[in-house]
């Protein structure tokens, strides 16, 4: 890596990234089922049919995972709190024991010298929650928001910065109109009502934790770059429909109190009653945004097919083991996107960036050179959009720990640390070495 910390403002913060249900293991030490347990229980959910039951079991191994983090020079964690850990029903009483993993988690983060990152919400919703209908359900908002006071109640004066929920695009869209993740819909009406309740939620809680004397409260979503397929207008017209949904909804939501046009054309017949009248609380203010960014699609016009009415197209550039193009023109798209139009003031941490490559121990080693190049190609983008004046604050690699990849188990591997199956021992690859190096440089 030709990149150093020298290279970024005095300050900047390197970290890595990771969530409560891809590597803590579930369903013991008192928690409850979340939706993820049943959904990866149900046949043709989840790659071999992979669950979350022991990940990397983290709650057994946290204290060997962030001497990793300190060992590397890195100096911020950002992590999860599993809502079932906490409260196993999803609502009434709370778990101590997970409470506690979570206090000892940050005072280990705190001792090694980490800046701990948490966000409150990475996918894990309780079962019993779903099962009343989950994000569909309005009351959700008040559900999220009596999570996240009991979590900072005990954990939020030693946090150095709070997101309510991960991806609300990933919560909404993908697990309620692609099906992809848990609970698995593809109907439009529970899609367009999750778009909503998301936001509500994300609002109040932030609201409340601003009354209850937090601060550096935010949020994290995640960007991906919509292209046309082709020149033609049809496509063009495509595109511009996947941005809004993706790109646009929620981050216009959150900072002008308005979704955008058209995501409405397609979404307005949907909402749940009265939504209108409730775009205040989805605008409560933020002190920063997460930006999770991966890859660009490529969108055709679908002529025919339920709005948005888009069908993805294969690029022709080099892609990940996820098939995702490596693209960090993109990111930079999005970090002067959002810096001069769509969030102008509002600071910014890069939450998520990384690749999942098929490598393999050999030996005592993994040999990463593409994540190696990646990293680099995504630094440079973001300190040349730090160069153009935009406020960027640090950077987090998505992530720490190879580990269960949603809908992919464990099959895709995204870690700088790879966890063998079985042992789960862990065995930094070349590009832990390679980011050490570079922050290591002062
Ligand atoms: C993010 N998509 O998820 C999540 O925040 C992580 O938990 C996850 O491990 C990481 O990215 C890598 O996938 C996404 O289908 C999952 O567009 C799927 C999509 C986007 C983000």
């Known amino acids: 890596m030709t990149l150093a910390r020298t290279d970024f403002p005095p300050g900047f913060l390197f970290g890595a990234a990771t969530a409560a249900y891809q590597i803590e293991g579930a369903r013991f030490g008192g928690a409850g089922i979340s939706h993820w347990d049943s959904f990866a229980a149900t046949p043709g959910n989840v790659l071999n049919g992979d669950d979350g ?17 300190r060992d590397g020079g890195f100096d ?21 024991e997970g409470l506690d993993f979570y206090d000892r988690l940050v005072d280990g983060m705190l001792a090694r010298g980490l800046k701990p990152f948490l966000t409150l919400y990475h996918w894990d919703l309780p079962s019993d ?51 992809i993740h848990a609970p698995g819909l593809r109907d439009i009406r529970a899609a367009a009502h999750a778009m909503h309740h998301v936001c509500l939620a994300h609002g109040d809680a932030v609201t409340a934790l601003r ?33 809004a949904i993706y790109n646009r909804w929620f981050i216009e939501g959150i900072r002008s109190a308005r979704y955008p046009d058209k995501a409405l054309e397609g979404l307005g017949p949907w909402m749940p009653k009265g939504w209108e009248s409730q775009m205040e609380r989805v605008a409560a203010p933020i002190d920063w945004l997460g930006v999770n960014y991966y890859t660009r699609r490529l969108y055709a016009d679908a002529p025919g097919a339920l709005w948005p009415a888009t069908r993805g197209v294969e690029g022709p550039l080099p892609k990940t083991a996820m098939d995702w193009e490596i693209y960090p023109e993109g ?77 992919f188990g464990y099959d895709r591997r995204f870690g700088l640390v ?3 199956p079985g042992t789960l021992q862990r065995y930094p690859k070349a590009s832990y070495h390679a980011l050490s190096k570079a922050l290591n440089e002062r």
């Open 211 to 243: 009354s209850d004397g937090h601060d550096n409260l935010g949020i994290v979503l995640n960007f991906e770059q919509c292209g046309p397929a082709s020149d033609s207008d049809a496509d063009r017209a495509a595109a511009a429909r996947e941005d």
């Open 331 to 407: 990111l930079a798209f999005f970090l002067r996107r959002l810096s001069t139009e769509q969030a102008p003031g509002l600071p910014i941490y890069i939450t998520e960036n990384g690749m999942a490559w098929d490598d393999h121990l050999k030996g005592n080693r993994i040999e990463d050179p593409q994540r190696i190049a990646f990293i680099q190609s995504h630094l440079a983008a973001v300190r040349d959009r730090i160069a153009a004046g935009d406020d960027i604050r640090g950077f987090f690699y998505w992530s720490l720990l190879d580990n269960y990849e949603w809908s």
């Open 129 to 179: 929650l779903a099962l009343r209908g989950g994000w569909m359900n309005p009351d959700i908002a008040g559900w999220f928001t009596d999570y996240a006071r009991i979590v900072m109640g005990r954990i939020g004066d030693r946090v150095a910065a709070t997101a309510t929920i991960n991806e609300p695009w990933c919560v909404a869209w993908l697990s309620h109109f692609l099906g």
């Open 418 to 420: 790879h966890v063998e």
């Open 53 to 69: 039951a022991t990940a990397c079991d983290h709650y057994h191994r946290w204290e060997e995972d962030l001497d990793l983090l």
């Open 76 to 96: 911020a964690y950002r992590f999860s709190t599993s809502w079932a850990r906490v409260m196993p029903e999803g609502r009434g009483a709370a778990n101590p």
